[in-house]
């Protein structure tokens, strides 16, 4: 069974600084997705970034940029100049290709001023 | 365009108690989920359709049962509500071949005393 695994349960950093959130997971296939999502206290889920297998250059959007090691099942997420904005729960998932989609248990980040 | 709804927004039930979770997609998305999330614990998958018609359950369906009464509409039902089941639930849809991004409802948060 595929898992996904957030070793980092809580970080904080100071406000314009680099953070890196790791995720890995496990799985026996060739073809699948990778997202990461931000849940902020309001509860909404958010898309942060998406990353597609077959793809090896590293997703980006804006200050947010991912290190895909297929080889090595690992998909961290690096958030650049970071916003107090940014203070929220960030879930790692893993999409199967019939359509399951596994979540990581989260990793709470705290942006400090 | 409202994207992903959901109702009730809250929910307080009585051990034994019986109610429906209503989901519904203005997107026309095939796919559709739903989630419930405990603290710690990330967001797991409790049943899911890959389209009209079809059912599968995720990682935690005991409890539950679903319907997908058509395209729009996936609903959840606890039959016989136990305080194990006091959480927040996610409903959630998915589509398009080359985007495949999961956009989620605003989560129903339910107590069982």
């Known amino acids: 069974a595929q898992t996904v695994t957030q070793s980092q349960p809580e970080m904080s950093v100071q406000e314009a600084e680099t953070v890196t959130l790791s995720c890995t997971y496990d799985?026996?296939?060739?073809?699948?997705?990778l997202f990461w999502y931000k849940q902020p206290p309001s509860r909404q889920m958010i898309l942060v970034i998406r990353?597609?297998?077959?793809?090896?250059q590293n997703a980006t959007e804006n200050r947010f940029s991912v290190n895909f090691q297929k080889a090595a099942k690992s998909f961290s997420l690096k958030i650049s100049d970071s916003q107090l904005g940014d203070t929220a729960m960030y879930f790692c998932?893993?999409?199967?290709?019939?359509?399951?989609?596994?979540f990581g248990k989260g990793t709470r980040l705290h942006i400090l001023p | 365009n409202a994207g992903v709804t959901q109702t009730p927004k809250f929910q307080v039930l009585k051990t034994g108690q019986s109610m429906t979770l209503q989901c519904a997609q203005d997107?026309?998305?095939?796919?559709m989920y739903w989630y419930r999330q405990d603290p710690g614990m990330g967001l797991r998958l409790i049943y899911y359709?890959?389209?009209?018609?079809?059912?599968d359950k995720g990682e935690v369906p005991n409890g539950y049962n679903v319907s997908r009464l058509n395209k729009r509409e996936f609903s959840l039902r606890l039959e016989s509500a136990a305080p194990s089941q006091t959480s927040v639930y996610f409903c959630?849809?998915?589509?398009?071949?080359?985007?495949?991004?999961?956009?989620f409802g605003p989560g129903t948060r339910l107590t069982v005393l």
């Open positions: 990353q597609e297998a077959y793809k090896q």
């Open positions: 959630a849809s998915r589509g398009g071949q080359v985007y495949n991004e999961q956009f």
């Open positions: 998932a893993f999409m199967r290709i019939d359509d399951k989609i596994i």
């Open positions: 359709s890959a389209s009209e018609g079809t059912t």
């Open positions: 799985t026996s296939e060739n073809n699948y997705y």
């Open positions: 997107m026309n998305h095939n796919s």
